[in-house]
C-alpha cells in the first residue's frame, strides 16, 4: 500500500498555537497540535491551515520539525465571532486551494478537518485534489442544543445543516468514543462503516504525577488545604457555575471547611460566557464564597500540569464534552476527578476507580461528590491510584497510529468509489 506522506490539516476558526483556556481556544487545539507532532514523529509532514487573527502573525510558522502552521488571510483580522465566520468560507478555501496550487500534483495524501467550518473547507478540497477526507466533529450541534446550558445560546439551524453536509461529504468520520460514534449515526444519519473511534491521547511527558507539597508550594497553595480544580473555558457549556454553588452547600453543611477549602478557577471567558466576563466572580459574591475561590488566568499546559498535582481533585460538570481532555490530564497527574456522566467524559472517567461520575447539575448532588473525595484521606488516595492507572491507557502515540490507519483506509474506500 502507498504510504501516506503529507496531510492538510484544516483547523479554520482557532490555531492550534492558540493559548488553550480562553476564546475558542481549548482541548480541539491540543488535540491538533499534539496529533499533528505524532504524525510528524512517524515521518508524516503535516501542515495546518487555520485563520489569521493578526497582521504580526508570520504567513507559515513551523509549529514542530515535520508541522507547518499556515495563517490564512480570510476576513478582519479582529473582531470577528465564530457566529460570523461562515461569511469567510469561501475566501478561507480559496486561499488554501491557491496554497496548494504552487505544488506539485498530488502533493496532500489525505485531509483531515476538524469542527464544521473546517469540513465545508475540506469538502471542497477532497473534490479539488481527490484525496480523501476525514473530518472529526469535536463537538456537534444537536448533541448541544439537546442539553443547553441555563443562559447558553442555541447552535443556529445554518450550523446543524453544515454539520450535515460534511458528515455526508467526508469519506471516514472520527469519533473519540463509542457514544459519540452512535450519535453520528443516529442523530447526522452517518454509515456506520464510515465512522472509526479514535480514542484522544495525552502528553505523559508533562502531566505525570508530581510532589503535592512542592506544587502547592510553588502555586502559593496552602499545604493542608481542601482544593477543588476546574480547569478550562468559562462559559455555561462548562458549567464552572455547578462547581460554585456546590462548594456553597458544603460550606452551609459543614461551616468548619471554609478555612481549609481553595478552589482556584483555572482559565478565561469563553463562548457565550463573553456577554459577561465577570459573571463567575459575581455569582462567588452572590453565593457567599469568593473568599475561597481563586481566579487564574489561562496558564500553559507545563503550568496547568503543576495545578493538577496540586489540587485534591478536578471537577469538570460539563453539560457535554466529545471527550474531556481536562479529565485525563488530570488523571495523569494522579488527580482524581468528580465529572459529569455526560458525552465522552463517560469514557475519560472510570466511575469508582478514578474519580466519581455525577448524574445532572444539581449542586447538592455535587457536593455529595465532592466530599466524598475529600472526606477520607484513604479514599482520595485510592481514586488517584486508579487515576493514574486509567490515565495510561491514553497516548498521543497511538492516537497517531489509530488516525494514519484512518487515513489509509479512507484513501483505499475512496479509490474503490472511484473504480
Given at each position: 500500500?502507498?504510504?501516506?506522506?503529507?496531510?492538510?490539516?484544516?483547523?479554520?476558526?482557532?490555531?492550534?498555537?492558540?493559548?488553550?483556556?480562553?476564546?475558542?481556544?481549548?482541548?480541539?487545539?491540543?488535540?491538533?497540535?499534539?496529533?499533528?507532532?505524532?504524525?510528524?514523529?512517524?515521518?508524516?509532514?503535516?501542515?495546518?491551515?487555520?485563520?489569521?487573527?493578526?497582521?504580526?502573525?508570520?504567513?507559515?510558522?513551523?509549529?514542530?520539525?515535520?508541522?507547518?502552521?499556515?495563517?490564512?488571510?480570510?476576513?478582519?483580522?479582529?473582531?470577528?465571532?465564530?457566529?460570523?465566520?461562515?461569511?469567510?468560507?469561501?475566501?478561507?478555501?480559496?486561499?488554501?486551494?491557491?496554497?496548494?496550487?504552487?505544488?506539485?500534483?498530488?502533493?496532500?495524501?489525505?485531509?483531515?478537518?476538524?469542527?464544521?467550518?473546517?469540513?465545508?473547507?475540506?469538502?471542497?478540497?477532497?473534490?479539488?485534489?481527490?484525496?480523501?477526507?476525514?473530518?472529526?466533529?469535536?463537538?456537534?450541534?444537536?448533541?448541544?442544543?439537546?442539553?443547553?446550558?441555563?443562559?447558553?445560546?442555541?447552535?443556529?439551524?445554518?450550523r446543524l445543516i453544515g454539520e450535515e453536509q460534511v458528515v455526508e461529504a467526508a469519506d471516514l468520520l472520527i469519533a473519540n468514543?463509542?457514544?459519540?460514534?452512535?450519535?453520528?449515526?443516529?442523530?447526522?444519519?452517518?454509515?456506520?462503516?464510515?465512522?472509526?473511534?479514535?480514542?484522544?491521547?495525552?502528553?505523559?511527558?508533562?502531566?505525570?504525577?508530581?510532589?503535592?507539597?512542592?506544587?502547592?508550594?510553588?502555586?502559593?497553595?496552602?499545604?493542608?488545604?481542601?482544593?477543588?480544580?476546574?480547569?478550562?473555558?468559562?462559559?455555561?457549556?462548562?458549567?464552572?457555575?455547578?462547581?460554585?454553588?456546590?462548594?456553597?452547600?458544603?460550606?452551609?453543611?459543614?461551616?468548619?471547611?471554609?478555612?481549609?477549602?481553595?478552589?482556584?478557577?483555572?482559565?478565561?471567558?469563553?463562548?457565550?460566557?463573553?456577554?459577561?466576563?465577570?459573571?463567575?466572580?459575581?455569582?462567588?459574591?452572590?453565593?457567599?464564597?469568593?473568599?475561597?475561590?481563586?481566579?487564574?488566568?489561562?496558564?500553559?499546559?507545563?503550568?496547568?500540569?503543576?495545578?493538577?498535582?496540586?489540587?485534591?481533585?478536578?471537577?469538570?460538570?460539563?453539560?457535554?464534552?466529545?471527550?474531556?481532555?481536562?479529565?485525563?490530564?488530570?488523571?495523569?497527574?494522579?488527580?482524581?476527578?468528580?465529572?459529569?456522566?455526560?458525552?465522552?467524559?463517560?469514557?475519560?472517567?472510570?466511575?469508582?476507580?478514578?474519580?466519581?461520575?455525577?448524574?445532572?447539575?444539581?449542586?447538592?448532588?455535587?457536593?455529595?461528590?465532592?466530599?466524598?473525595?475529600?472526606?477520607?484521606?484513604?479514599?482520595?488516595?485510592?481514586?488517584?491510584?486508579?487515576?493514574?492507572?486509567?490515565?495510561?491507557?491514553?497516548?498521543?502515540?497511538?492516537?497517531?497510529?489509530?488516525?494514519?490507519?484512518?487515513?489509509?483506509?479512507?484513501?483505499?474506500?475512496?479509490?474503490?468509489?472511484?473504480?
Amino acid at each position: 500500500m502507498e504510504r501516506i506522506d503529507r496531510v492538510a490539516m484544516i483547523s479554520l476558526h482557532t490555531s492550534p498555537l492558540d493559548q488553550p483556556g480562553t476564546g475558542d481556544a481549548g482541548g480541539m487545539n491540543v488535540y491538533v497540535l499534539e496529533l499533528s507532532k505524532r504524525l510528524a514523529a512517524q515521518g508524516i509532514a503535516v501542515d495546518v491551515f487555520t485563520r489569521a487573527t493578526s497582521s504580526r502573525l508570520e504567513p507559515v510558522v513551523p509549529a514542530c520539525d515535520g508541522v507547518a502552521v499556515h495563517h490564512v488571510h480570510a476576513g478582519p483580522f479582529e473582531g470577528l465571532s465564530k457566529g460570523e465566520l461562515p461569511g469567510q468560507l469561501c475566501v478561507f478555501a480559496r486561499e488554501v486551494l491557491r496554497t496548494e496550487a504552487t505544488r506539485p500534483v498530488g502533493y496532500y495524501d489525505a485531509v483531515h478537518s476538524h469542527y464544521w467550518l473546517s469540513g465545508q473547507v475540506g469538502a471542497l478540497a477532497r473534490d479539488r485534489w481527490g484525496v480523501p477526507l476525514v473530518h472529526s466533529m469535536h463537538t456537534m450541534a444537536k448533541v448541544k442544543n439537546a442539553a443547553l446550558a441555563g443562559g447558553d445560546t442555541p447552535e443556529p439551524e445554518a450550523r446543524l445543516i453544515g454539520e450535515e453536509q460534511v458528515v455526508e461529504a467526508a469519506d471516514l468520520l472520527i469519533a473519540n468514543t463509542d457514544l459519540e460514534a452512535k450519535q453520528l449515526i443516529e442523530l447526522y444519519d452517518a454509515e456506520p462503516g464510515r465512522v472509526q473511534v479514535v480514542h484522544p491521547g495525552v502528553d505523559l511527558g508533562i502531566f505525570r504525577p508530581e510532589d503535592r507539597s512542592a506544587a502547592r508550594a510553588a502555586l502559593g497553595l496552602p499545604q493542608r488545604a481542601h482544593v477543588l480544580l476546574f480547569a478550562g473555558r468559562l462559559q455555561p457549556l462548562k458549567a464552572p457555575d455547578v462547581l460554585l454553588r456546590a462548594v456553597a452547600v458544603m460550606l452551609v453543611r459543614d461551616p468548619g471547611l471554609r478555612p481549609s477549602l481553595v478552589v482556584p478557577v483555572v482559565g478565561g471567558p469563553s463562548g457565550s460566557g463573553l456577554d459577561h466576563p465577570t459573571s463567575l466572580a459575581d455569582l462567588a459574591r452572590e453565593l457567599g464564597i469568593d473568599d475561597v475561590v481563586r481566579f487564574v488566568p489561562p496558564v500553559t499546559q507545563p503550568e496547568l500540569a503543576r495545578w493538577y498535582a496540586a489540587a485534591s481533585l478536578v471537577a469538570v460538570p460539563s453539560y457535554n464534552e466529545s471527550f474531556g481532555l481536562v479529565a485525563v490530564e488530570a488523571q495523569a497527574c494522579g488527580t482524581p476527578v468528580v465529572a459529569a456522566a455526560v458525552g465522552g467524559l463517560t469514557t475519560a472517567v472510570q466511575d469508582g476507580r478514578s474519580g466519581f461520575l455525577v448524574d445532572g447539575h444539581d449542586p447538592a448532588r455535587w457536593a455529595d461528590a465532592l466530599t466524598e473525595v475529600i472526606s477520607s484521606d484513604v479514599r482520595r488516595e485510592k481514586l488517584a491510584v486508579g487515576a493514574l492507572a486509567h490515565a495510561r491507557d491514553f497516548s498521543w502515540e497511538a492516537t497517531a497510529r489509530a488516525t494514519l490507519a484512518v487515513y489509509e483506509q479512507a484513501r483505499t474506500l475512496m479509490r474503490e468509489e472511484v473504480a
